[in-house]
């Protein structure tokens, strides 16, 4: 069964760094997310992609973060100057029919990232 | 606003009994979709099943039902027989037709006892 695929499954960075997290969705997906989890807690909505554009960020998306699809299959989100409250579990979503209400987000496994 | 509701931060239920995990919902929107996603301790986050606004019958997925109550704004998930390996966190998730994200439950977790 295809599935979202995210690297690396865990990131240690120090304060103010620039991270990477990448990801491949499934293949025929249209609509990407990024979610992310801190510890323990709420699962909670950072971004969502559609036809190489934002189609909708939350409050938590600002400046600091960027999305990008550079190619036909990868999805990334870079953080500028990590900060020690960006330290959660990231995960990539993608569904096929994004708006259409009947299509179920599929999970990658997530990239843990530790900011120190 | 949208806003999912989970009340039970925690759950145990006995191997091989039955257990409801409880889910309402909040939108002014008629058309949406309601999920209900399992995250083991290893972190991944797992469909489990899917009902829609506007269908009639409960979804069913094997040991997975969503017992869906629209007027009462209601989706409660039932896991039967329930086993060890369903020991987990459990999340309501719904998405508005027409808006661009999933909104998620604070989840419940539950323990199977032996």
């Known amino acids: 069964e295809p599935e979202v695929t995210q690297t690396p499954s865990h990131q240690v960075t120090q304060m103010g760094q620039e991270v990477i997290l990448r990801c491949v969705p499934i293949?025929?997906?249209?609509?990407f997310y990024w979610y992310r989890q801190i510890l323990g807690q709420k699962v909670e909505f950072l971004v969502s992609?559609?036809?190489?554009?934002?189609?909708?960020k939350s409050e938590i998306f600002d400046d600091q973060f960027s999305v990008e699809r550079p190619d036909g299959s990868n999805f990334t989100l870079k953080i500028r100057s990590t900060k020690l409250e960006d330290s959660a579990m990231y995960f990539c979503?993608?569904?096929?029919?994004?708006?259409?209400?009947?299509?179920?987000?599929?999970f990658g496994n997530g990239t843990r990232l530790t900011v120190t | 606003a949208q806003k999912i509701t989970q009340t039970q931060p925690g759950m145990f239920v006995q191997e091989k009994e039955a257990v409801t995990l409880d889910c309402t919902y909040d939108?002014?929107?008629?058309?949406?979709?309601l999920f209900w996603y399992k995250q083991p301790s290893s972190g991944e986050m797992i469909f489990l099943i899917y009902?829609?606004?506007?269908?009639?019958q409960n979804a069913t997925e094997g040991r997975y039902s969503l017992n869906f109550q629209k007027a009462r704004k209601s989706a409660n998930l039932v896991i039967s027989a329930s086993q060890l390996g369903d020991s987990a966190m459990y999340f309501c998730?719904?998405?508005?037709?027409?808006?661009?994200?999933?909104?998620f439950g604070t989840g419940t977790s539950l323990t199977v006892i032996p």
């Open positions: 979503a993608s569904s096929e029919g994004g708006a259409d209400y009947n299509s179920p987000l599929h």
């Open positions: 998730a719904m998405i508005p037709r027409y808006q661009g994200q999933f909104y």
């Open positions: 939108t002014s929107d008629q058309s949406y979709g």
């Open positions: 992609f559609y036809n190489n554009e934002i189609s909708e």
């Open positions: 293949s025929n997906h249209l609509y």
């Open positions: 009902q829609g606004s506007y269908d009639e």
